[in-house]
């Protein structure tokens, strides 16, 4: 069996789907185009819009075009390229580039990469990022989302536009109700992790992205009781699904080193284009989940500590060579 845990590695399958189909089992949506329509973004949103899911709004041009669409802009937006998986490993571990106004363009032109391709410059919806819910599941054969799984993202890294360091799971119906019916309506099979932000003035939902495959909160899951992961390998595997028990709420999953950065980067940076995020908006955490330590484990945390750091100093070498410069 076959569940990828990075977009580049969904990719591979993608790409490789029909030979790989032969000896492995994986999620259908790997082989009928979705996965691949959803992985890029300027697709993802067309389907956004043919079936009438609400997302904050969006521009496409190249690099050498953005300074001709600024006068069309609502600031303050989001750039990222539609294949931000393909030239991730060029962009020093940021999502995009944020620009507050029109004068901040000329400072981030020559941070995005030569062949970035297609550039989507997105409207940013305001508010904090603990503003910012979340709903994973397995979508089965049938089209049933098996082990529905809700939270908020209280904070992330980098901070305002990354990847989640600290949720807390907490009923988000409305999220999952959207969700499941997008799924349901585009035929998708396989695990989906969908994030939203809500609008502080008008409450309204806007979906960010969905993700094909498992994220590494997704620990949060199995400790709450809705192992997605599993529901998805018992599937793959032939057997009967499992039973569908209560979610437990207020569990909270934090990725340290990560989580840490971000909460010294909004003391240090009260000025931030996004105000600091509401970390007791949901209460306190009943438990704490850690993503990748665990006492009679500890090697996958070492691992990450070594990792962490080398990526660090690779980046601190490479500003250090263009100072030199």
Known sequence: MLIPTSDQDVDFVITHAE????????????????????????????LCAAHGIAYPRLWSCT?????????????PVLIKPARIHAIKHRMGGRKGWA????????????????????????????????????????????????QSFTARKLRQFPPGFGSASLVQG?????????????????GYHG????????????????LIEINVRPSLWFALTSASGRDVVLAAWRELAGLPAAPEIPQRDGLRWRHALKDLASALFYRLHPGFLLPPPD?????????????????????????ELGSFFTKALKRLAKFSDKGAG
Request: hydrophobic letters at 50%; proline letters at 10%; one cysteine or more.
């Open 19 to 46: 030979r790989l189909a032969r000896r492995f089992a994986f999620q259908r949506s790997y082989r009928d185009g979705l996965a691949a329509a959803m992985l890029s973004k300027d697709s993802f949103y067309a």
């Open 63 to 75: 690099r050498d075009a953005l300074p001709g669409l600024v006068p069309d802009l609502r600031f």
């Open 99 to 146: 620009l507050a106004d029109a004068g901040a363009l000329q400072r981030i032109l020559p941070r995005i990469p030569d062949g970035a391709g297609t550039l989507l410059v997105q409207e940013i919806v305001p508010g904090p990022e603990s503003a910012i819910t979340l709903w994973c599941a397995h979508v089965d054969a049938a089209g049933v989302p098996r």
């Open 170 to 186: 907490a009923p988000e119906p409305e999220t999952a109700a959207i969700t499941a019916r997008f799924l349901q309506a585009l």
């Open 191 to 206: 695990i989906a992790a969908a994030e939203f932000k809500r609008h502080p003035e008008t409450g309204a939902l806007a």
């Open 279 to 303: 970390i007791g908006c949901l209460g306190p955490a009943r438990e704490r989940v850690w993503a990748v330590f665990a006492p009679d484990d500890p090697l996958p945390a070492l691992g």
